[in-house]
Structure formats: structure tokens, C-alpha cells
């Protein structure tokens, strides 16, 4: 497994990194079929913000990637955060794998309805939006249920994906409440 560590906006003591490379090999016990791992630290110089450092922890599988971001006063808090996060997420995917290895069996887990508590927030009115930043991303032909597991591997709010069945570009998104939903793009070609 190839260990990669990056630092943006700062500068990250080889103590610190050597640290860091140790607590991400000893993370990836969990799950043994990461290909390779990449652990960028970088840090806000604002003093404003409360916790400057960062530490972004992708781990890459066969098929599938897992994000973990943890924020502190300093890189070592951060990597501890970052890294209980990957612990988590990996622990996660592994379970969702097995599981789909038993895909008859029942889960009698009580589900807890009771409605969260909702505070009152006072809304102002916000600047139009500006495209701040540009990212290219790699549409990987998968289903819809294994968009579903990439999106909370990742912890976003959405996923972009091509439809295997159909080649269309889709997007699994998080709606209120706690579901999953699905959405079905359909390529179009313009006549010249």
C-alpha cells in the first residue's frame, strides 16, 4: 500500500508526518484492501478561525474511495480526528460489503422515530453565489446502490455517477430525513 502525505499552506515537521504515516497504517487493520492512501495536511492562516489545521485522509480501494477530514489547533489533533473518522468509515464499508454478502438477512434493529430537535434560525439574505472553485471528476460506471455506499464513504451530500444499465449520468443526493435520492440524467445530443 502506497502512503502519499502532502502538505498545502504550511509547513508539517517530519515528526509530524512520521506520525501520522503510523497512526494511518495502523487505521488500515480494519480494512485490508486499500490500494493506496493519501493524507494532506494544510492549515488556515486566519486568525479567526478556531481550529487552523486540517487533515484530509483519502483511501483508495478497488472500486471505491473513503474521505475522512479532521480539524484542530494543530496537525497532531487533527490526524487524531481525521484518523478516528477513517477508523469509522472504513469499519463502515466493511460491514456494508459483508452484509451484502447476506443479503437475506433480516435486521430487527428498533429504528428510532422520534423528530429531532428543531432550533429557530434567523435567516438573512444571502449574496448571489459565485463558482469559487472548479474540480473534474471521473464518472465511474456503477449502480445506483453502490453510488448510494460512495456517497457515505465520502460524507458528501451528493454523488456523480454514470448508470452501468444505462451509461446516463445520475446523482444520488441526502434528502431530510435521512433518505437517499435519485437522480436520472439523460444525454442529449444537439443536431449541428
Known sequence: ?????????????????????????????????????EVSFSEEH?????????VEITARSKGHTVRAVGAGADHHEAT???IDRLERQLRRYKTRL?????????DHTPVDTTPPDIEAVMVEPEPEPVIVRRKQHELTPMSPEEAVLQLELLG???YLFTNAETGD????????????????????????
Open 1 to 37: 500500500m502506497d502512503i502519499i502525505l502532502r502538505a498545502r499552506n504550511c509547513d508539517v515537521s517530519s515528526r509530524v508526518k512520521d506520525e501520522a504515516r503510523r497512526k494511518v497504517e495502523h487505521a488500515t487493520r480494519i480494512f485490508d484492501r486499500i490500494i493506496d492512501l
Open 46 to 54: 486566519n486568525p479567526r478561525i478556531p481550529d487552523p489545521a486540517s
Open 80 to 82: 487524531d480526528k481525521a
Open 98 to 106: 459483508v452484509d451484502r454478502g447476506r443479503r437475506n438477512r433480516v
Open 156 to 158: 458528501h451530500d451528493f
Open 169 to 192: 449520468p445520475n446523482v444520488v443526493y441526502h434528502r431530510d430525513g435521512g433518505d437517499v435520492g435519485l437522480i436520472e440524467g439523460t444525454a442529449t445530443v444537439m443536431a449541428s
